[in-house]
């Protein structure tokens, strides 16, 4: 069994770029929900991709977007980029719709933006 | 309001005490809860879940959850230097949104 694999691990990036963080699903999961943790804070919930569709969605701005593929990749993607988006961006796995078993995490990507 | 509130800490107690972690939430919808560990530097790992009032244990870790009072709590008996890191507490909520809280730091002093 595979865990949840996360790539690149840290990444510079200069404002008004764009980036794109990848994300693997543990083996039998069907779901990828992606978080955004500050230092000192805990995960901030940025969205969650079930059967390739999102179907949650936390406070964050639409320049934040996603996609999951067929075999429960996922992608996330950030526009114009600004200084507050450099954090730890988390992936999380689980199976069905809700999380109701909790997550298996990724080792996460650390984004500075300056 | 924050949704999901912890008192940041540091907590310390001795190596072999027990080390008592609260959380209350607001969201009256939440149905589950968790408990992740995340150690300095790493990404958080899930210790408990819990979904009905009582307690839940596992290995030398009981979750207590209280619906009335909105409120989990995690107790690690026989702390080891091994369990300081930081707890977060998290609940699921409404639009398959898990909100976490930002985490207490314990400390076990050997």
């Known amino acids: 069994e595979t865990g949840v694999t996360q790539s690149p691990t840290h990444l510079i990036k200069t404002r008004g770029q764009q980036v794109t963080l990848r994300c693997s699903s543990q083996?039998?999961?069907?779901?990828v929900s992606w978080y955004q943790q500050a230092l000192g804070q805990g995960p901030q919930f940025i969205f969650q991709?079930?059967?390739?569709?999102?179907?949650g969605r936390g406070n964050f701005p639409p320049r934040f977007s996603g996609l999951q593929f067929p075999n429960y990749s996922s992608e996330l993607n950030v526009n114009a980029l600004e200084l507050d988006d450099s954090a730890l961006y988390l992936c999380?796995?689980?199976?069905?719709?809700?999380?109701?078993?909790?997550?298996?995490f990724g080792s996460g990507t650390r984004l500075t933006v300056v | 309001q924050k949704e999901v509130e912890q008192n940041s800490g540091p907590l310390s107690v001795p190596e072999g005490a027990i080390a008592s972690l609260n959380c209350t939430y607001s969201?009256?919808?939440?149905?589950?809860f968790f408990w992740y560990r995340q150690y300095s530097g790493k990404s958080p790992e899930l210790i408990m879940s819990?979904?009905?009032?009582g307690d839940k244990e596992d290995g030398r870790f009981t979750a207590q959850l209280n619906k009335a009072s909105q409120y989990v709590s995690l107790l690690i008996r026989d702390s080891q230097p091994s369990d300081s890191a930081t707890y977060l507490c998290?609940?699921?909520?409404?639009?398959?949104?898990?909100?976490f809280g930002t985490g207490t730091k314990l400390q076990v002093i050997p």
């Open positions: 999380a796995s689980s199976f069905g719709a809700e999380p109701n078993y909790g997550y298996t």
């Open positions: 083996s039998g999961h069907n779901t």
């Open positions: 991709y079930y059967r390739e569709e999102e179907n």
């Open positions: 969201d009256r919808v939440s149905q589950s």
């Open positions: 819990i979904y009905s009032n």
């Open positions: 998290a609940a699921l909520g409404g639009y398959q949104k898990v909100t």
